[in-house]
Structures are given as C-alpha cells and as structure tokens.
C-alpha cells in the first residue's frame, strides 16, 4: 500500500511541475529570463498618458500595444527592431502591455528584444483604448509609428516595408 502512495505520490508531483510549462509555456520561460531584461522598470500607462507621449515624448517612436498572449506580437516588434537596428538612428521602442499590471509586466519583457520602455495598461482598458484610437477594435498586434515630425502612422499587425521607411525618414 505504501508504494501505491508514493507511487501516487511522484505522479503527482510530476504533474505539478509539467502543467504549468503546457498550460502556460511562456511562464517559466518568462521568469528565467527575466532576469537578463535590461529594463528593470514598468511605467503605468493610463488614459492621460498616450496625450502625453504624443506631446512631449521621443521622436521618432513605436508603440506596439500587446497582450500577454499575442502569438505574432513579439514577431511585429523583432520586425520593427530589424529595420530600427538597419536605420542606425536611435528610436524609442516601446511595448504597451494591455492585460498585466504593474511590475508583472517585465516577465514579457524577452519577447520584445530592442524594447527601450514598458508600459502597462493601469486603468479602465476601453478607455484607455479610446484615448490611443477611437476606432481601434483591440486587435493586437497594434502599432502606432510616430515620425520625427510628430507625424503618426496606426498599424494592426506589421507594417510594410513603405510604412516603416516613411516613420524613419
């Protein structure tokens, strides 16, 4: 009877330890590379702060609007980081996180290589939705491209080749 239980036992703890890699495969690689992220900070992003950004922030900008499930996030970022890393020029990259608060945010910080800021969102989201775009149907990923001229290009998923040379002119 005792090596059922502990046969029982093992089984258990097995399971305690595989579940989670499958239920969420990118938590356990999130805090293993957490770690390694240069940014050790989370800035709160509510409904006053894209006014903010668009009047004072850098130039020129990225601001990729995730969640932490988005499969083809992180791919829309590398694709931008690529062709920041190309220009040469230094660019504000910045992942505005839309479903995870505060310093729990940085556990996604290894998907988006090249990020300079994180943002999460800290307040009511469809308001701070309408506040970034009213017509944005929070469809992710989003992306707003503001040009050293303050001038912005709005993009759902990857922009095109044109669109990106036209934000780093």
Same mark, same amino acid.
């Given at each position: 009877?005792?090596?059922?239980?502990?046969?029982?036992?093992?089984?258990?703890?097995?399971?305690?330890?595989?579940?989670?890699?499958?239920?969420?495969?990118?938590?356990?690689?999130?805090?293993?590379?957490?770690?390694?992220?240069?940014? /050790?900070?989370?800035?709160?992003?509510?409904?006053?702060?894209? /006014?903010?950004?668009?009047?004072? &922030?850098?130039?020129?900008?990225?601001?990729?609007?995730?969640?932490?499930?988005?499969?083809?996030?992180?791919?829309?970022?590398?694709?931008?980081?690529?062709?920041?890393?190309?220009?040469?020029?230094?660019?504000?990259?910045?992942?505005?996180?839309?479903?995870?608060?505060?310093?729990?945010?940085?556990?996604?910080?290894?998907?988006?290589?090249?990020?300079?800021?994180?943002?999460?969102?800290?307040?009511?989201?469809?308001?701070?939705?309408?506040?970034?775009?009213?017509?944005?149907?929070?469809?992710?990923?989003?992306?707003?491209?503001?040009?050293?001229? &303050?001038?912005?290009?709005?993009?759902? &998923?990857?922009?095109?080749?044109?669109?990106?040379?036209?934000?780093?002119?």
């Amino acid at each position: 009877m005792n090596s059922r239980f502990d046969l029982f036992r093992r089984v258990l703890l097995a399971a305690a330890l595989v579940l989670p890699s499958v239920y969420m495969p990118n938590a356990a690689l999130a805090l293993a590379e957490h770690k390694h992220s240069a940014i /050790t900070t989370v800035a709160d992003f509510d409904a006053s702060t894209w /006014t903010k950004l668009l009047r004072s &922030g850098p130039r020129p900008a990225a601001y990729v609007f995730t969640n932490s499930f988005c499969a083809t996030c992180p791919e829309a970022f590398d694709a931008l980081h690529q062709r920041v890393l190309a220009s040469g020029k230094p660019v504000e990259m910045a992942a505005i996180l839309m479903d995870v608060q505060g310093q729990r945010a940085l556990a996604h910080a290894h998907h988006y290589a090249g990020v300079t800021k994180i943002y999460a969102f800290d307040g009511f989201e469809p308001a701070i939705r309408q506040a970034v775009d009213p017509t944005w149907r929070n469809i992710t990923p989003y992306l707003v491209l503001v040009g050293k001229d &303050g001038k912005l290009q709005r993009v759902t &998923g990857q922009p095109d080749a044109k669109q990106l040379k036209a934000w780093l002119l």
